[in-house]
């Protein structure tokens, strides 16, 4: 495998649920993104990871939680999640300040 | 508070009609200056860094510059598979891990 992939790739909740977006990276990139895409709005930061250890949270709330446990994996933990939540989250990785590559998405539905 | 303006927000071309896109920003010391692609469904393709004014770019059809306040990708000769989303995104000498993001120019290019 190369690039980076993440799954699933599509994802419907309930409000009540708890559920997990999983990202892994084979590019040897010390730095992992999570950006959320809603319809008619631009790309927005939420978190950074740079050699595993968060250095950017984008006032996000907290019933988003990421998790990095090696510099090839990061997650994002969900729970309690709003309709207005739904979205694409994108995942990404870059070797420093770099360009970043990013993964083809999870489409998540909350109901 | 770093700014991304695209226009226009959508371009209809027929095949073979050349055009412009146009990235406009406002950032405190730039560092890098994004072209990205987006298919639908799918997660941006890198395509173009551009670091100083006066800077230029080409990939295929694609040609990327930048000036002191804006940054324009010509599409020359556009064929049906140039349609995409082009995103344009700038990174701050101040805070390299973040990427601010314009809202995108959906392009159709027409047979």
């Known amino acids: 495998e190369t690039g980076v992939t993440q799954t699933p790739r599509h994802l419907v909740m309930g409000m009540t649920n708890k559920k997990s977006l999983k990202c892994e990276q084979h590019?040897?990139?010390?730095?992992m993104y999570w950006y959320k895409q809603s319809a008619k709005k631009p790309l927005e930061l939420m978190f950074v990871?740079?050699?595993?250890?968060?250095?950017e949270n984008n006032s996000v709330p907290s019933r988003f939680s990421p998790e990095c446990p090696n510099s090839s994996h990061l997650f994002l933990h969900l729970h309690t999640l709003q309709p207005e939540d739904s979205a694409l989250y994108l995942c990404?990785?870059?070797?420093?300040?770099?360009?970043?590559?990013f993964g083809q998405g999870t489409r998540l539905t909350v109901v | 508070e770093d700014q991304v303006t695209q226009s226009p927000e959508a371009l209809r071309l027929q095949e073979g009609e050349s055009s412009s896109l146009n990235c406009s920003y406002t950032?405190?010391?730039?560092?890098?200056l994004f072209w990205y692609r987006q298919d639908p469904g799918k997660g941006p393709e890198f395509l173009f860094t551009?670091?100083?004014a006066g800077e230029e770019k080409e990939k295929e059809r694609l040609k990327a510059t930048l000036t002191k306040k804006e940054s324009f990708l010509h599409i020359t000769a556009p064929k049906p598979e140039d349609s995409a989303t082009y995103l344009c995104?700038?990174?701050?000498?101040?805070?390299?891990?973040?990427?601010?993001f314009g809202g995108g120019t959906r392009v159709l290019v027409k047979p």
């Open positions: 995104a700038v990174q701050a000498e101040a805070a390299v891990n973040k990427l601010t």
């Open positions: 590019l040897g990139h010390n730095a």
């Open positions: 990404a990785s870059s070797q420093g300040p770099g360009k970043a590559f």
């Open positions: 950032v405190s010391g730039l560092r890098g």
């Open positions: 551009l670091y100083s």
């Open positions: 990871y740079s050699l595993e250890e968060r250095v």
